[in-house]
């Protein structure tokens, strides 16, 4: 599969990329993606929810009334969780929401979200990215040039730039990865992906491992 190469000002070149269709163009797999995206969200969730039992509520452990007599319901200290102010009954605890995936799924899952960006003409190849100086504005007319300013992208790096990054962070529908960084999450979140030319090599690296 080829496809064009387009100029950063949005303009075609005479270049093609030929894309690998053992990773652009497989069939794909919705049940990776599905576990390779659930393992990326539960790896984002802290874990650190706590709520106070009672034995941890700061309140005084006198029994409040005898057990009986009293024509109503037994009842222990203040600490109760049946009163105002007491502690909580099977609250949260701190808890790791990590979970092992296997590698071939997390690839499987990440040429099935690419296959499906090939298939829907979302996929553009660009040649090299690059900024004088942090600029949010030059930011905003590359993706401007190529019709893109309204849409959700990720352009994709082959190594990290600073002034690409930095022109892109104050832009809520812009992301930048480096091509060793990209997950499934952020590849389908994206309408449009912006694979830089020598990026290509880098990902067909990683995913024919």
Do not use: C, W
């Not at 452990?61 to 009954?89: C, E, M, V």
């Not at 020598?198 to 067909?204: G, P, R």
């Amino acid at each position: 599969m080829e496809l064009t190469v387009y100029k950063i000002d949005g303009s075609k070149t005479t270049k093609t990329v030929e894309l690998n269709d053992s990773i652009f163009a497989v069939e794909p797999n919705d049940h990776a993606i599905y576990l390779d995206v659930k393992q990326y969200l539960a790896n984002q969730r802290q874990g650190t929810h706590k709520s106070k039992e009672r034995s941890e509520v700061s309140g005084s452990t006198r029994k409040l009334k005898r057990q009986k007599g009293t024509g109503g319901a037994r009842i222990g200290d203040i600490n109760s969780p049946l009163l105002r102010g007491g502690g909580r009954a099977f609250g949260p605890r701190p808890k790791d929401y990590s979970f092992k995936l296997n590698k071939k799924v997390k690839r499987l899952a990440r040429k099935s979200a690419l296959s499906y960006k090939v298939q829907e003409n979302n996929l553009m190849v660009v040649e090299n990215v690059n900024f004088e100086s942090p600029k949010t504005k030059s930011y905003q007319e590359f993706l401007k040039n190529l019709n893109l300013s309204e849409k959700k992208t990720l352009l994709i790096l082959p190594e990290t730039n600073k002034n690409v990054y930095l022109s892109s962070r104050n832009l809520p529908k812009a992301k930048v990865l480096v091509a060793s960084e990209i997950n499934t999450y952020d590849i389908l979140y994206a309408q449009n992906i912006l694979l830089v030319e020598e990026s290509v090599k880098h990902i067909e690296e990683n995913l024919l491992k």
